[in-house]
């Protein structure tokens, strides 16, 4: 239960709030913040912290317009900070993620009385690595050649000494904090690459360069800060590597997914795994080729010795090994083709070849892994008793090496034991298929696994550890219900639930329309033509306007379906970033001419474009899922051995979501006004369109 003083501190936050804005509270706002106050407040602790009893989890539909943002934050913060637990709000996109750190949580700051430490969390991977740049310098000014342990061949490059030595310079001047994000220019991945470190590959507390790394200079603000913001990736890295690894514990933390309905597909990315096989076998070779520098630097001692054998022994093993399984893999690489380059394999009798080329890799992948946590810990060890300097640099230069090793074995020996794994009858199975990478510079084989559903990942890895959680979006029911969603996230029936509509008059603000020649949209050319004549016949010119399709060979073909006049006034997504993309639409509209957006899924959410920034939105089809896609197909297959309609369980619930998700890109305040025009006739013409229409907010209809 709340305390008396927690009640008021919220109340009164949300009075002043809203007092200095002045603005009236919102029926929606008002219900969730009284609901994340009774979810969070039901949050029972023993002496020393623990939760007694199941999470705090509340499920929280909240349409367009409500003020998510504000309605979690003024009760989360105040119980959070009463309850001695870190809150970490998590976002899906990175435009709602910066809308919080830039926007919503100053605002909130600055207009209450709330007092609280808010900082943004950032994977490892987004810091510069300072120990690895100054060997890097070193190495490429030929003042050291140990850096050969990193890799077998780097030849010298001048261009690249000077990047590396104006990331320091500009670094060690304190003019830039390490933060990739914020390099006043773009850093090519390649680049970026080189001067980064996995956790695998960090000294920690040992780098001489520790007190001004920049990562662990972020992580002392997540350790003084009582809310941190993320983003859904970010926490599921967590989860995966056994939480608390960057972001505080899961019993630790009270969590805020926004855009919950994100949260599902997430996990499975994150909790899948993959083996590139030439990829894998030209690592081996090099490694092999690297092992006797790596024995001058560690091989002290009897247990070193060993060790080292191992190494050398179980590298032999594994190339041996996977060189049979890339011959015999042949076959399976040339059956596929640049028409069809994924295979999925639903059928034990399909997979039973590939098992058999697995089953070999299989011991010995998992005794090279064992092996090199063993070096690894032993150059820990050794690390933290040593006092010769001479043994701590060579230490220092090898760990990241063993690492990296352990870091590309690890996702090897987990995709070898995932797809032999047998799946239980009781729960959906794992999905395995083959990806044929065809390029003039590489040709490969990728295997892959992955859960076929985030029920029992999520329930494990997260909602039986965290404190509490509130899942939030405007987009987590069908037709009103949260069956389906409660089902992808493994949450149970103690959760609460809570749907809210939007404040937003849709029936006077929006109407939809569906030409007289809009047709089917699974007839691709007479579809495509329809489009045409739409954007030709009734789509202004003048307005701001965006036309979302669900296939980027559709989208190039209408537009050189089109005439010049039209051509120069359209963007197509492809021809800017995304932020850059909108940037260019709104300035076009500050100027007084006409824009009109061409764009695919990631238009279709966390796009703001507020009133005539946006005034006709094209929907061209039902965004129905890729149907080959190898985790929906393994699902569906599983769903009708059991005697169930997959299309009702996955592939229409899933369209349903995104496109209530593109319509909702259309009003994004109380006085925009707008026309959606729907060019696919199936919803209004299949059974199945009822469902759809229901699921989205009443705008009037005419067809």
């Known amino acids: 239960m709340l305390s008396d003083s927690v009640k008021t501190t919220i109340q009164t936050a949300y009075s002043q709030y809203l007092t200095c804005k002045a603005l009236t509270a919102r029926v929606g706002q008002r219900s969730m913040l009284a609901q994340v106050a009774r979810t969070l407040g039901g949050l029972e602790c023993d002496a020393e912290g623990h939760r007694l009893g199941d999470a705090a989890i509340a499920v929280i539909e909240a349409g367009t317009g409500t003020g998510k943002t504000v309605g979690y934050v003024l009760s989360a913060i105040p119980v959070a900070m009463a309850k001695e637990k870190k809150l970490v709000i998590s976002t899906a996109t990175v435009a709602l993620q910066e809308q919080v750190v830039t926007k919503d949580i100053p605002d909130i700051l600055k207009h209450t009385n709330l007092e609280f430490k808010a900082v943004l969390a950032k994977g490892r991977g987004r810091y510069l690595c300072t120990h690895k740049l100054e060997q890097l310098i070193q190495f490429y000014s030929g003042t050291v050649v140990a850096m050969s342990l990193f890799e077998e061949t780097m030849a010298a490059d001048e261009a690249t000494l000077l990047q590396y030595n104006e990331l320091m310079g500009t670094f060690g001047s304190g003019q830039w904090s390490g933060d990739r994000d914020q390099w006043p220019d773009k850093l090519p991945d390649s680049t970026w690459f080189t001067v980064t470190s996995t956790h695998r590959e960090c000294l920690n507390r040992r780098c001489?360069?520790?007190?001004?790394?920049?990562?662990?200079?972020?992580?002392?603000?997540?350790?003084?800060?009582?809310?941190?913001?993320?983003?859904?990736?970010?926490?599921?890295?967590?989860?995966?590597?056994?939480?608390?690894?960057?972001?505080?514990?899961?019993?630790?933390?009270?969590?805020?997914?926004d855009e919950g309905h994100h949260l599902p597909d997430k996990a499975l990315m994150h909790f899948a795994n993959q083996l590139t096989v030439k990829f894998m076998l030209n690592q081996l070779e090099s490694w092999r080729k690297q092992v006797p520098k790596v024995r001058l630097e560690l091989a002290y001692g009897d247990?070193?010795?060993?060790?080292?054998?191992?190494?050398?022994?179980?590298?032999?093993?594994?190339?041996?090994?996977?060189?049979?399984?890339?011959?015999?893999?042949?076959?399976?690489?040339?059956r596929l083709n640049s028409d069809d380059r994924t295979l999925t394999l639903m059928q034990p009798e399909q997979r039973e070849p590939l098992n058999e080329i697995l089953i070999p890799l299989q011991s010995p992948f998992v005794a090279l892994y064992t092996t090199l946590a063993a070096i690894e810990e032993s150059i820990r060890k050794r690390l933290s008793g040593t006092t010769d300097v001479d043994e701590k640099d060579r230490l220092q230069l090898a760990l990241p090496v063993i690492g990296r090793w352990l870091s590309r074995i690890e996702p090897a020996r987990d995709l070898i034991a995932s797809w032999l794994r047998p799946d239980p009858e009781q729960y959906p199975p794992t999905a395995r298929w083959l990806d044929r990478i065809d390029t003039p510079e590489n040709q490969d084989l990728v295997l892959n696994t992955s859960p076929v559903s985030a029920n029992q990942v999520l329930r494990a890895f997260l909602w039986n550890r965290c404190a509490g959680a509130i899942v939030t979006s405007a987009t987590l029911t069908i037709e009103g219900k949260f069956d389906r969603f409660m089902n992808q996230a493994g949450l149970g029936?103690?959760?609460?639930?809570?749907?809210?509509?939007?404040?937003?008059?849709?029936?006077?603000?929006?109407?939809?329309?569906?030409?007289?020649?809009?047709?089917?949209?699974?007839?691709?050319?007479?579809?495509?033509?329809?489009?045409?004549?739409?954007?030709?016949?009734?789509?202004?010119?003048?307005?701001?306007?965006?036309?979302?399709?669900?296939?980027?060979?559709?989208?190039?073909?209408?537009?050189?379906?089109?005439?010049?006049?039209w051509r120069e006034l359209i963007t197509l997504q492809d021809d800017l970033p995304k932020t850059a993309l909108l940037a260019h639409h709104r300035e076009r509209l500050e100027r007084g001419s006409g824009s009109t957006l061409f764009g695919l899924a990631s238009l279709s959410e966390g796009v703001d474009l507020p009133g005539n920034y946006l005034t006709h939105l094209v929907i061209a089809k039902i965004p129905f899922g890729v149907p080959d896609d190898p985790i929906n197909s393994t699902l569906s297959g599983w769903l009708e051995q059991k005697g169930l309609n997959p299309f009702s369980l996955v592939t229409l619930p899933s369209a349903t979501i995104r496109l209530v998700q593109a319509c909702g890109r259309l009003i994004r305040h109380e006085t925009d006004s707008g026309t959606i025009w729907f060019m696919d006739r199936r919803i209004v013409e299949r059974r199945y369109g009822r469902s759809i229409i229901k699921s989205l907010p009443n705008f009037r209809w005419e067809y």
């Open 208 to 257: 001489p360069h520790y007190q001004n790394c920049p990562f662990f200079e972020a992580r002392k603000a997540l350790e003084d800060a009582d809310v941190i913001i993320a983003n859904h990736d970010l926490v599921m890295a967590d989860l995966a590597l056994g939480g608390g690894a960057i972001l505080p514990a899961p019993e630790d933390t009270i969590y805020i997914f």
């Open 303 to 334: 247990h070193s010795e060993r060790l080292m054998d191992d190494l050398s022994d179980g590298l032999i093993q594994c190339h041996q090994h996977l060189a049979m399984a890339w011959t015999t893999l042949q076959p399976w690489f040339e």
């Open 493 to 565: 029936p103690s959760a609460d639930l809570l749907r809210l509509d939007s404040p937003f008059d849709y029936p006077n603000r929006v109407v939809v329309k569906i030409p007289e020649f809009a047709v089917d949209g699974g007839k691709r050319e007479i579809h495509t033509q329809s489009i045409v004549e739409l954007v030709n016949t009734l789509l202004p010119k003048e307005t701001g306007n965006l036309v979302l399709f669900s296939s980027r060979a559709q989208m190039q073909e209408v537009y050189s379906l089109l005439g010049p006049d």
